[in-house]
């Protein structure tokens, strides 16, 4: 089995985004999502997510915003959105047009995934691989109001961010903690850049700022 796709640009506001395909060969399905996507996809049982933003994927939502999209890992159908609403202190923290920039890490019914907002968030997935509801939120932990975490919004290209880890009953988490937009002063020296979650109630069991 051979595969291959052709196409060009999509246009958006008289500005040029994309790709867009026209011709598909050996491809079963293709879906829309937004403008950037930095990260791996995850497929996990039925169910894909792909990190991405908001730019160019709803016309009746059209804010810029990061995005963690599910399809239908069989269809192609798009069947749960989590928007992730822009920090506001700006470019320091949130570089715009990014996506979510990890790949989510899924056990069982559990997924975890950082977001352009400093956040660590677990969900249970089992409601919406059933096909019944949306996912259930878990837990959250804001890195930065909570434990004092300064991201760094360009540490990697459009904030992208590394993925959890996972082992046995704790999640690590590489925060971003670093410099301000100067890139010569570090404002939280002794805020973690590492941190160890319980993966079950988000509580910290662990952290290191070295």
Excluded at 20 to 28: I, N, Q, S, Y
Aim: proline share 8%; net charge neutral.
């Amino acid at each position: 089995q051979s595969w291959q796709v052709k196409g060009g640009f999509r246009t958006i506001a008289s500005e040029q985004v994309g790709p867009t395909f026209t011709t598909e060969e050996g491809v079963r399905w293709s879906a829309p999502h937004g403008t950037a996507a930095i990260a791996q996809p995850v497929v996990s049982g039925n169910l894909l997510w792909v990190g991405t933003n908001n730019y160019g994927l709803s016309v009746t939502d059209p804010q810029d915003a990061a995005v963690l999209l599910c399809f239908d890992a069989r269809t192609g159908k798009q069947v749960y959105r989590y928007i992730s609403p822009r920090r506001p202190e700006g470019r320091v923290h949130d570089w715009p047009v990014s996506p979510i920039g990890c790949s989510p890490l899924i056990e069982g019914d559990r997924m975890w995934f950082t977001t352009n907002r400093c956040e660590t968030i677990c969900m249970d997935i089992d409601p919406l691989r059933r096909g019944e509801l949306a996912p259930k939120l878990i837990w959250k932990v804001k890195m930065l109001e909570d434990l004092g975490v300064f991201p760094h919004g360009s540490i990697m290209f459009l904030t992208r961010s590394c993925s959890p880890a996972s082992y046995q009953d704790w999640i690590f988490v590489v925060t971003n903690n670093g410099v301000d937009l100067s890139h010569n002063r570090i404002p939280a020296p002794v805020a973690p850049s590492l941190i160890c979650f319980d993966k079950h109630t988000g509580a910290v069991v662990w952290t290191d700022h070295s």
